[in-house]
T-cell receptor, first 115, second 114 residues
Framework: AQTVTQSQPEMSVQEAETVTLSCTYDTSENNYYLFWYKQPPSRQMILVIRQEAYKQQNATENRFSVNFQKAAKSFSLKISDSQLGDTAMYFCAFLLIQGAQKLVFGQGTRLTINP | ETGVTQSPTHLIKTRGQQVTLRCSSQSGHNTVSWYQQALGQGPQFIFQYYREEENGRGNFPPRFSGLQFPNYSSELNVNALELDDSALYLC?????????????FGPGTRLTVL
């Protein structure tokens, strides 16, 4: 079974700072995807960034980037130049390519950006 | 392009009752997944429907059941409600399993069981 662990229940930084959220996962499979989702107080889960396990290059999306270490089963999210609108719960999630496309989520990290 | 919609937004039930939650998938998507998110937790996979058939199930009892209709919308039914069923229920739609695996989430239905 796959598991996802986020070891930081809460984090808080000042606006414009850089913050890194940690995520580790456990799987014996080789073909999978990893995601970071953002869930603001409005509750809607929004995809922030995705990484295919077969790609060595780390994914980037504007101010968001990941550090994907496949051997270490680590998948951290870096937010640069943080903005007030980044305040949300952030979930790391794992998806196997075969079988039912079920996302396995971590417990989440509550990120607060302070003005 | 219409996103994923869910109804109702909020619902209050009492123990032992039955509830039906509804989800309309994003245009072009034929796969719907349901997740339960307890307060302060990450979402847990309940089941997935693809072309009106169940395509995988998480560790939820049989009183959690679902349907998918020819237009790919979906229902989640929960019988004999328990207090622990209080949660946010999220629906996500996607393309067929194996294709561009991004799941798009709806805003959720907040269920409270008293």
């Amino acid at each position: 079974a796959q598991t996802v662990t986020q070891s930081q229940p809460e984090m808080s930084v000042q606006e414009a700072e850089t913050v890194t959220l940690s995520c580790t996962y456990d799987t014996s499979e080789n073909n999978y995807y990893l995601f970071w989702y953002k869930q603001p107080p409005s509750r809607q889960m929004i995809l922030v960034i995705r990484q295919e396990a077969y790609k060595q290059q780390n994914a980037t999306e504007n101010r968001f980037s990941v550090n994907f270490q496949k051997a270490a089963k680590s998948f951290s999210l870096k937010i640069s130049d943080s903005q007030l609108g980044d305040t949300a719960m952030y979930f790391c999630a794992f998806l196997l390519i075969q079988g039912a496309q079920k996302l396995v989520f971590g417990q989440g990290t509550r990120l607060t950006i302070n003005p | 392009e219409t996103g994923v919609t869910q109804s109702p937004t909020h619902l209050i039930k009492t123990r032992g009752q039955q509830v039906t939650l509804r989800c309309s998938s994003q245009s072009g998507h034929n796969t719907v997944s349901w997740y339960q998110q307890a307060l302060g937790q990450g979402p847990q996979f309940i089941f997935q429907y693809y072309r009106e058939e169940e395509n995988g199930r998480g560790n939820f009892p049989p009183r959690f059941s679902g349907l998918q209709f020819p237009n790919y919308s979906s229902e989640l039914n929960v019988n004999a409600l328990e207090l622990d069923d209080s949660a946010l229920y999220l629906c996500a739609s996607s393309l067929a399993p194996g294709q561009h695996n991004e799941q798009f989430f709806g805003p959720g239905t907040r269920l409270t069981v008293l």
